[in-house]
Structures are given as structure tokens and as C-alpha cells.
């Protein structure tokens, strides 16, 4: 299995813009979540679906944030328009099944607003 | 609400020395406990994992023992590598809490020396 896999692994974008961060979960796997991490606050649960519905979202900072899956593959991270202090590493994983199911990580989308 | 703690790092050490990282938790009900560990550029994958009480997670020479008496869940490798660098998380997640989140600790970094 390839694993999850993030696109792009580096987004260098202005203040303003637009940026879209993509995620594949590995196959079969029916939880997926989106983190963000930096130095100051660590590892922040953003959002989180199961079987493509979006289950707690209470973790996205503001409106600028915004999640989707379409599908059991593909899920996006929007924001919308984007700031420095948005700059960080976001990471999605995904599980088979919840509670003491692992969690497997991608390698993560470096993102730098200028 | 629930919470992990871990020891600040950075902790650096010599190759072969004795490794202990600190965890400690607050959880209502009996959580499901677990070490990651995050390599240079990389996402976090799982290290090893207790779900009860007196369980011993084991994995590539790492142990941690559920003590639920002391409330810790405490990182340990008899004699550590310079591939041992890494960043080590340490989470929970409780049945009683929302179904498959997991908390994570600050992480610790390990920096091995040859």
C-alpha cells in the first residue's frame, strides 16, 4: 500500500491567496483526519470525517478554513484567504475504525504565507 | 477534559545510553494509551500502543507500560541509536470522548549522539 499521500509537499503562496492542500487516504479506511503542526502549539486536530462525513470541525481555526471529501479517496484543506500566522505543517491521516485503531500519516504539506 | 503530559525536551543522548520519556495523563474511563514517533520530515507513525491497564506496548527495542495507578504511560529503550532521533508522541484516546480522537502530548525531541 502507498500510504497516505499529501499534495504538494511544500506551498510557498502570498497573503491572500488561495491555497489547497489534497490528501489520498490509504484504501479502505474509513476515518480521516487533518492536523496542523507548528512550533508553538504542536499537533492540532483540525477536522475529522468518517466515511466521508465530516464528524467534529471544531478544531478549524475560522471561517477561512474549510474541509471536504467528496469521496472515500480524496478529501481537500481550503483557506481561504490565506495569512502568515496560517503557516505551518498540515498533516492528514487516516484509520480503520476508530479508538485504538492506528492513526497513518502522511508526510505532510509545509506551508509558508508571505 | 482529557490531557496528556510529557516531559520537555529536547533530551540528548549518547548511542547506547538508557532512554526514559515521561507521559503522564488525565483521562476519565479507561483511555487507550500510545507512543508515535515522527522522523525528520516525515508524518508520525505509531510506535507502540496499551489498551488496559498493566499492558506492555512493544516495538524495535521501545517499552512502555499502562500504569493506571500512577496515571503514566512512560517511554523506555535499554540502548539507544543514532536512527533513534525523532520526535516521540505520546496520546490517548478515550472511549468516553469523541469517537477515534486522539490527544497528543507536546512531543519530545530525541537527538542521539555517535
Known amino acids: 500500500d502507498a500510504g497516505v499521500i499529501q499534495s504538494p509537499r511544500h506551498e510557498v503562496t502570498e497573503m491572500g491567496q488561495e491555497v489547497t492542500l489534497r490528501c489520498k487516504p490509504i484504501?479502505?479506511?474509513?476515518?480521516l483526519f487533518w492536523y496542523r503542526q507548528t512550533m508553538m502549539r504542536g499537533l492540532e486536530l483540525l477536522i475529522y470525517f468518517n466515511n466521508n462525513v465530516p464528524i467534529d470541525d471544531s478544531g478549524m481555526p475560522e471561517d477561512r478554513f474549510s474541509a471536504k471529501m467528496p469521496n472515500a479517496s480524496f478529501s481537500t484543506l481550503k483557506i481561504q484567504p490565506s495569512e502568515p500566522r496560517d503557516s505551518a505543517v498540515y498533516f492528514c491521516a487516516s484509520s480503520l475504525g476508530a479508538g485504538n485503531s492506528p492513526l497513518h500519516f502522511g508526510n505532510g504539506t509545509r506551508l509558508t504565507v508571505t | 477534559g482529557d490531557s496528556v503530559t510529557q516531559m520537555e525536551g529536547p533530551v540528548t543522548l549518547s548511542e547506547e545510553a538508557f532512554l526514559t520519556i515521561n507521559c503522564t495523563y488525565t483521562a476519565t474511563g479507561y483511555p487507550s494509551l500510545f507512543w508515535y514517533v515522527q522522523y525528520p520530515g516525515e508524518g508520525l507513525q505509531l510506535l507502540l500502543k496499551a489498551t488496559k491497564a498493566d499492558d506492555k506496548g512493544s516495538n524495535k527495542g521501545f517499552e512502555a507500560t499502562y500504569r493506571k495507578e500512577t496515571t503514566s504511560f512512560h517511554l523506555e529503550k535499554g540502548s539507544v541509536q543514532v536512527s533513534d532521533s525523532a520526535v516521540y508522541f505520546c496520546a490517548l484516546v478515550n472511549y468516553g470522548g469523541s469517537q477515534g480522537n486522539l490527544i497528543f502530548g507536546k512531543g519530545t525531541k530525541l537527538s542521539v549522539k555517535p
Open positions: 484504501s479502505g479506511h474509513d476515518y
